[in-house]
C-alpha cells in the first residue's frame, strides 16, 4: 500500500531535508513551494494540514524541492519575486531583484520631478525602472542593458504592471550610455570584485547571471565607466545614484567627486551598511 503524505507530513520532511543540503530557511522554502504546487498560500497550507496530496500534486513538489536541495534559488523555481511591493518574474537572465535595492528607489524618488527624464543603466529584470514609472506616471524612463534575454524579461514586467507605454527598454553597452539629457541616471550595476565570486554563495554563483554580478578585478570597474559618462548625459543639476557592495561607498563617492559631481553623500540600508552613493551634476549657466 502506497504512503499517504499529508500537507503536514510533506512540510516536516522536506524542511528537515532542505536543511540537510545546506537551505537555512528550509521549513520557509518548503511551504512556499508547496503552497506553489497546490495553488494555496501559505494560510491555506495550516488549514489543510491534513490533506492528503495527489501523486500529480506530489510529483510537482518534488520536482521544486530537487530544484531547491541544488541550490538553484527559490524565486528561479517559482519564477517570480516581489519588488516595491510589485510582482515581477524572474529568471536566469536576470539578477534577482532584492530589498536593499528599493533604498536605492526611495532615494531616486526624493529627487526625481513628476516629468523627469530617468535613466536605469543595466536594468536587468526591470525592477528599478518599473518601480519608478509606477511612482511617477508622468516621467520617461528609459532601461538598458547588454543582455536581449534581460531585456525580453523587463519588457514583461512592465507590461504586467501597466507600465509598459512609458518605460523604453534597449539594448546598450555600458560603455555607451545613450545622451540624453537625463534628470537622473540610477544603476544597480555589477559590483562583486571577480576574484570573489567563487566564494559567494552556491544561490548566486552557479544560477545568477554573471554579467550581472562581476565587477571586474576591484568591484569598481563599472562605477568608473558610469562616473566617466554621466557628466555629459546629466542635465544640469541632475543626480547620479548607484548602488553599492559592502565597503564599497567611500571609493565610490571618490570616484563621483573626481569626476566633477557635486553634493556626493552616501546612505545606508535598514541594516546599516553604506548601500547608495549618488552625486549631483554641475549647475551650468543657461
Not at 58 to 74: D, I, N, Q, T
Not at 187 to 213: C, H, K, Q, T, W
Request: aromatic share 6%; glycine share 10%.
Amino acid at each position: 500500500m502506497a504512503e499517504t503524505w499529508t500537507v503536514l507530513k510533506v512540510l516536516q520532511w522536506t524542511a528537515g531535508y532542505l536543511r540537510e543540503k545546506g537551505v537555512e530557511e528550509g521549513r520557509l522554502d518548503a511551504e512556499l513551494l508547496l503552497s506553489d504546487a497546490l495553488g494555496l498560500d501559505r494560510v491555506g497550507l495550516y488549514l489543510n494540514y491534513d490533506r492528503p496530496l495527489t501523486a500529480a500534486e506530489l510529483a510537482l513538489f518534488r520536482k521544486g524541492v530537487s530544484r531547491r536541495a541544488r541550490r538553484e534559488p527559490l524565486q528561479y523555481i517559482l519564477g517570480r519575486v516581489e519588488f516595491w511591493s510589485l510582482p515581477f518574474v524572474v529568471n536566469p537572465a536576470v539578477l534577482i531583484p532584492r530589498p536593499d535595492t528599493e533604498i536605492l528607489v526611495e532615494e531616486a524618488l526624493k529627487r526625481a520631478s513628476a516629468g523627469a527624464a530617468i535613466l536605469d543603466v543595466g536594468t536587468g529584470s526591470g525592477a528599478i525602472a518599473v518601480a519608478l514609472a509606477h511612482e511617477l506616471p508622468e516621467a520617461a524612463v528609459e532601461g538598458v542593458d547588454i543582455s536581449p534575454e534581460a531585456l525580453e524579461v523587463a519588457s514583461e514586467n512592465a507590461r504586467r504592471n501597466g507600465v509598459d507605454g512609458r518605460v523604453r527598454f534597449r539594448k546598450t553597452d555600458l560603455g555607451s550610455l545613450p545622451e540624453g539629457p537625463f534628470d537622473l541616471i540610477v544603476s544597480n550595476p555589477p559590483y562583486i570584485p571577480g576574484g570573489e565570486l567563487v566564494a559567494l554563495m552556491p544561490e548566486v554563483r552557479d544560477f545568477e547571471p554573471r554579467l550581472a554580478l562581476d565587477g571586474g578585478g576591484d568591484g569598481l570597474d563599472c562605477y568608473r565607466l558610469l562616473a566617466h559618462q554621466a557628466p555629459s548625459r546629466l542635465r544640469s543639476g541632475g543626480w547620479l545614484l548607484l548602488e553599492t557592495g559592502v565597503g564599497q561607498a567611500s571609493a565610490v563617492q571618490k570616484l563621483l567627486a573626481e569626476a566633477g559631481l557635486l553634493d556626493v553623500f552616501s546612505r545606508n540600508d535598514y541594516a546599516g551598511i553604506p548601500r547608495v552613493v549618488g552625486g549631483k551634476a554641475v549647475t551650468r549657466e543657461a
